[in-house]
Nanobody, 121 residues
Framework: QVQLVESGGDLVQPGGSLKLSCTAS????????MGWYRQAPGKQRELVAT???????NYADSVKGRFTVSRGNGKLTVYLQMNSLKPEDTAVYYC???????????????WGQGTQVTVSS
């Protein structure tokens, strides 16, 4: 069984910073892309940032220049450094990974439970 566990969500003032972490664990044969999505109340889940196993990144226009996605050395961890946070960044942030679980025959997407980020004064 595969688990993605996020941490780092918190209440922060506008202009502040937070760093989210997500680690994949379980019966993993290989892991490919990882990334972050977010969902604000009353809105659809949206892409924040993704990173391939080779380090190529992709960002939503709304976070370019403020957020940085990175991978840990062991490839099973993804980080999201968030700077210059705005109230509109308030959302539940979900980690996602495309990975090949032992006992299966293909790469599939997995999701974490989410971590709350609130930006408010």
């Amino acid at each position: 069984q595969v688990q993605l566990v996020e941490s780092g969500g918190d209440l922060v003032q506008p202009g502040g910073s937070l760093k989210l972490s997500c680690t994949a664990s379980g019966s993993i044969f290989d892991i490919n892309d990882m990334g972050w999505y977010r969902q604000a109340p009353g809105k659809q889940r949206e892409l924040v940032a993704t990173i391939t196993s080779g380090g190529n990144t992709n960002y939503a226009d709304s976070v370019k220049g403020r957020f940085t996605v990175s991978r840990g050395n062991g490839k099973l961890t993804v980080y999201l450094q968030m700077n210059s946070l705005k109230p509109e960044d308030t959302a539940v942030y979900y980690c996602t990974a495309t990975l090949w679980s032992r006992g299966t025959t293909e790469y599939q997407p997995y999701w974490g439970q989410g971590t709350q980020v609130t930006v408010s004064s």
